[in-house]
């Protein structure tokens, strides 16, 4: 455990890439088998169940802080972590304790802890809090609150244990990838490529297209370069292995029994295959919005009506395996080629190839991707057709150019503290437009895009101008002006405003402006037709 959380603390001290490979590199090699799979299963986002309750943590915390529960809950306002508010108040300020338990005691004894009594958890949770220091208690409680995350991608984890394993990097990304949690796998196993070969339900690691932030004509000849509507949907892959259907989301959660209709599409696949594509609602031959997908990604069964008011289907963009052979180092007009014939023969409803837009200049593309929102798609991707389907993100070959925001002028109206370096500011914001009754309604929240000087000069706004207070939210008095940008915009029902926007994030603060001068719900949803 010890050996664990030093790492941690190097990769959360340092933002210089080369130290971080490092560490992670020193870790692997100076730490056991077991601790080994449970570290990179921490590191690549696949945290346990979480089994004790953030309530009862809180009050055990309190007991054993000898402090009140509502001055607890005062300094976690404060602190605005709960991992870090426990560790502050209760553990010792020696970090140079030794701990003897690996990393893997520590997380076998949590997961055991699932269907004990309460009575139980806490003894166990009391006894580890005894053993440690600040650091470790902190990364303890960041691993039993389910909020453990680390500034550190997998990209570099692949690099470290390419070299510790002296295997190819897009090797150990593939062999990382899939269903796998450190109960059903040990390290050396996950690590030999012979084994994840036998594993039918493995998916390809994705790769990820960069913003197109250069003028166009800095790619070259434009014949070499394809165009594809960039959808607004679920990345996923389809994989039809003798038979047996996955269907992988990006964030490599199986979705199958989720989307039944292309669990039949794939059946009806050439045996061995694994396709690369856009999940999306799909109804009289035109995309719906991404919240009428929400609607199915959010259910564990999917009724006959969902199904009927939400059908789904794949929009197939790569083929990746084709007769149980890795066609990725083939070129994409050759895998495109391939794409084609297996359209053909499935003959599905559920499986469409994702059209290929003409062009014979920039412009004309430039002129196509102004038109995107038509189709309910993001933007353009835009594809080198000499490139071969790489790992993980990579400049140069594959580009997304997505269509400008959509923006509007609100109003503050409420804030609450921040977390980590923020955790003492005000800087997450609820904002709000008119109605025709000329009273402010909230319609989105948005936390980026300020300076850190703006933060600074708002918190200061907003704790002299207080109205009321809801717990860590503030009311408070409407007179800032913000521009806000976001992706798309949706009729919703379950918002008071009657609209749902995605991703909203402040583009600048409009001191030029007075509450006034903000939006309406109606230029709001003027923007939906538009």
Known sequence: MKLFTQLIEILDNTTKTNAKISALENFFLNCDEEDKIWALALLTGRRPKRTVNTTFLRIWAAEKAHTPLWLFEECYHVAGDLAETIAL?????????????????????LKALENKEDDTKKQYIFEAWR???????????????????????????????????????????????????????????????????????KPYPFFLAYPLENELDTLGN???????????????????????????????????EKFPELKQMAER??????????????????????QHLQTRIGRKTVGSKLLKDCPTVLIAYDVLEYNGVDIRDKTFEERRNILKTIVAVTDSAQLILSPQLNFSNWAEL??????????????????????VYETGRRRGDWWKWKIDPYTIDAVLIYAQKGHGRRADLYTDYTFALWNENQELVPFAKAYSGLTDKELVEIDRFVKKNTKEKFGPVRSVVPELVFELAFEGINISNRHKSGVAVRFPR???????????????L?????LITN
């Open 222 to 256: 434009p014949d070499d370069w394809s165009a594809e509507w960039k959808w607004d949907g679920l990345r996923g892959q389809v994989i039809n292995r003798k038979g047996e259907i996955y269907i992988w989301s990006r964030g490599e959660e199986i979705i199958t």
């Open 506 to 520: 402040i583009l600048r603060w409009r001191k030029d402006k007075k509450i006034n001068d903000a939006n309406t």
């Open 522 to 526: 109606a230029d709001l949803k003027k």
């Open 269 to 290: 696949l050439p045996l061995d295959t694994v396709l690369d594509g856009e999940v999306i609602c799909w109804k009289e031959n035109k995309p719906m919005s991404f």
């Open 131 to 201: 053993k440690f220091g600040y650091y470790d208690c902190f990364i303890f409680n960041k691993i039993i609150t389910g909020g453990f995350r680390i500034g550190v991608s997998e990209k570099l984890v692949v690099k470290a244990l390419a070299k510790t394993e002296k295997l190819d990097e897009n090797m150990v990304s593939h062999c990382i990838s899939g269903n796998w949690t450190p109960d059903t796998t040990t390290f050396s196993s996950l690590l030999n490529p012979e084994n994840f070969k036998a594993d039918l339900s």
């Open 89 to 109: 108040l209760i553990s010792s300020k020696n970090d140079d304790l030794a701990i003897s338990e690996p990393l893997h005691h520590w997380m076998k004894g």
């Open 366 to 387: 430039a002129d196509l991707r102004q038109n995107a929102a038509k189709y309910l798609a993001e933007g353009l991707m835009l594809k080198y057709k000499q490139s």
